[in-house]
């Protein structure tokens, strides 16, 4: 079964830093795409970040673009999201997810496997 557990979630003043981390369970991880995804109160689930298996692309929400970055490490079974010039509306519950391999990036049905979330919470 695989688990996937998020960390790096906390309080940050907007135009301020925090780099998530994501590990994932079992020996698989380098075969699988990742995504990153956010959830604000009353507000669907919306797609930030996506990198392939092997790191060497990635795709980026518009509202993200610049200001994060998504990498992996395979050797540790981690994805990284590291978040630059925050703002009060990055304000959520982030969540990592594994790709299918379906569907496309952003779609939330392309994602088999998610973990409990982190928050974060950038205030002004």
């Known amino acids: 079964q695989v688990q996937l557990v998020e960390s790096g979630g906390g309080l940050v003043q907007a135009g301020g830093s925090l780099r998530l981390s994501c590990a994932h369970s079992?020996?698989?991880?380098?075969?699988?795409?990742m995504g990153w995804f956010r959830q604000a109160p009353g507000k669907e689930r919306e797609f930030v970040a996506h990198i392939s298996w092997s790191g060497g692309s990635t795709v980026y929400a518009d509202s993200v673009k610049g200001r994060f970055t998504i990498s992996r490490d395979n050797a540790k079974n981690t994805v990284y999201l590291q978040m630059n010039s925050l703002k009060p509306e990055d304000t959520a519950v982030y969540y990592c997810?594994?790709?299918?391999?379906?569907?496309?990036?952003?779609?939330?049905?392309?994602?088999?496997?998610w973990g409990q979330g982190t928050q974060v919470t950038v205030s002004s």
């Open positions: 079992g020996r698989t991880f380098s075969n699988y795409a």
């Open positions: 997810a594994r790709s299918r391999g379906a569907l496309g990036p952003i779609d939330t049905h392309g994602y088999d496997y």
